[in-house]
């Protein structure tokens, strides 16, 4: 089992968290001036990378809050964790 | 046919000790160029390239496998066949894909072991039971065998079900296709590859893509480890790693790929002679005709490429699993797994065209793919050799994800995700 390390609770174990997928998706600011094809890049349309991946992950059956992560999809490793609203952060230590 | 499997054969064979039965297909250098390159050697590739060249004649035809054929999902898949899909477009689609099952071996003159022994879909609640007649009506009308059956008569099916009205989730029926049933997935994969050789294809294995050729618009060929090879059409089915061709073509694609994880037990006498699966509690189950228990469980919610996925997955699965067959509780497990399926939104798969022409995707079959090996391929090449998609998969193009015509099929498809 993973160990995920929650930026306000510390390190849990992966049952207590989910994953809300790809993050840094932007919501349309202006909705109605988006072709369809827009609409489906925003909603359907997915990086889906092999290796680095910035997710959003949700402490569900803790703090309950979102936060973002950066993970490899191969080695399924956790490279770092930030709050909503941080920078990306560069290459850190966790 | 030259080299025919047949009582005559094995005859022959055994007189000779078995020492000279030839290659089932052949291990050719690249040639500088095709007509059409499959990338992805698994069961859908495999009956791509050989419905390509057994229904519409185009025998020049490479399939490119980064591994060893059947390698990937193929192998790694609880092989279950069925029809029972809730919208018409889906259920003409698997229906077509039953329909070739059934005449499978005879016509690849390869035992693919296919086995129609039933497929039990159990419902849990008031709303899983209307779900299963809903379902079920809708396969009346598409000319699909369903039944909804009672829990005294899923009693007399599989006698070993807890079918307890006390029980933590009790059953409350099940949707039952007679059709359906199981294959051995190894040789599905080998028998198209046997199939698509005589018919001239060749199969490279050990050959990864690394690069999609372009110019003005459209495909040229591949770079791959082996070499620059020359095509005038390219059908991509890499299941898993679609997003990552994709991008070699600059392409992006509604999809996620996800480990799906599964499970055999040791060996035992024949005890479940049916496909049991549940929605609800989530587990879906067979035996083999080797008699391990074929276990199925469900998708990690995060992506991954791993080949392997988490044991508190394995933990619910197994959990349900005892809960309805509670005479399984002691059984050892031998091996557990996991595959990288292609998941789409609406739990459809994307078989058409791309910006690129003559550049095909087949992928997003997600969980479900195994069943769908034959029509599959057979829909592909068709696609592939007119440059037009068959009427069976005309829904299922990448444009319904802008047009918003998507085909929800997460209730039939079986796998939570």
Request: hydrophobic share 35%; net charge neutral.
């Amino acid at each position: 089992m993973l160990e995920i390390n929650c930026p306000w609770c510390g390190p849990r174990d992966q049952i207590e968290f989910s994953c809300g997928g790809e993050a840094h998706i932007v919501r349309p600011l202006e909705p109605e001036n988006l072709s369809d094809d827009d609409w489906a890049d925003y909603l359907f349309y997915r990086k889906n990378p092999e290796g680095r991946h910035h997710e959003q992950w949700c402490h569900t059956a803790g703090c309950r809050k979102w936060f973002n992560a950066i993970r490899n999809t191969v080695t399924y490793q956790f490279e770092t964790v930030y709050r909503i609203g941080e920078d990306l952060p560069e290459k850190t230590s966790r | 046919m030259k080299n025919k499997y047949s009582i005559f054969s094995l005859a022959r064979n055994a007189v000779t000790y078995h020492e000279n039965w030839r290659e089932a297909w052949r291990s050719p250098e690249p040639r500088k160029g095709y007509d059409v390159i499959v990338i992805g050697g698994g069961g859908h590739g495999l009956a791509t390239a050989y419905y390509l060249a057994s229904e519409h004649g185009i025998r020049n035809v490479a399939v490119l496998e980064k591994n060893w054929i059947g390698g990937g999902n193929t192998g790694r898949n609880t092989t279950i066949v069925r029809s029972n899909y809730l919208w018409d477009e889906s259920a003409h689609l698997y229906e077509k894909s039953l329909r070739l099952w059934e005449g499978l071996s005879q016509k690849l003159n390869y035992n693919v072991m296919f086995s129609q022994r039933g497929v039990m879909n159990l419902g849990h609640t008031l709303q899983d039971m209307r779900d299963i007649e809903r379902r079920s009506n809708a396969n009346y009308l598409n000319g699909i065998d369903s039944e909804v059956l009672r829990p005294e008569q899923i009693r007399q099916i599989v006698p070993i079900m807890n079918t307890s009205p006390h029980a933590r989730y009790p059953v409350l029926g099940a949707s039952f296709q007679r059709r359906g049933g199981v294959a051995r997935h190894d040789a599905v994969a080998w028998g198209f590859a046997r199939a698509a050789d005589r018919e001239g294809v060749d199969i490279l294995q050990n050959c990864e893509v690394t690069g999609i050729l372009r110019h003005n618009g459209a495909v040229t060929g591949v770079e791959t480890n082996r070499g620059r090879i020359q095509a005038k059409k390219v059908g991509v089915v890499v299941a898993g790693h679609s997003s990552v061709i994709a991008s070699m073509a600059g392409l992006r694609l509604p999809i996620e790929s996800h480990p799906l994880q599964a499970l055999v037990s040791e060996p035992l006498k024949p005890i479940l002679h049916t496909v049991v699966m549940s929605n609800a509690v989530h587990g879906y189950i067979s035996q083999s005709d080797k008699g391990e228990l074929v276990i199925g469980a469900g998708v990690d919610s995060y992506t991954g490429y791993g080949q392997r996925g988490s044991f508190s997955v394995v933990e619910g699965n197994i959990g349900a699993i005892v809960e309805l067959f509670p005479v399984f509780s002691r059984v050892r497990m031998l091996r557990q797994w996991g595959g990288i399926v292609d998941v789409c939104p609406d739990a459809c798969p994307i078989i058409g065209k791309t910006p690129i022409r003559g550049l095909y995707f087949n992928c997003g079959w997600g969980t479900g793919g195994f069943k769908a090996t034959p029509g599959s391929g057979w829909v592909f090449a068709h696609t592939i050799a007119r440059g037009e998609p068959h009427s069976l998969n005309a829904a299922f193009t990448l444009e319904r994800f802008s047009t918003g015509a998507l085909i929800d099929e997460h209730g039939a498809a079986g796998v939570a995700h």
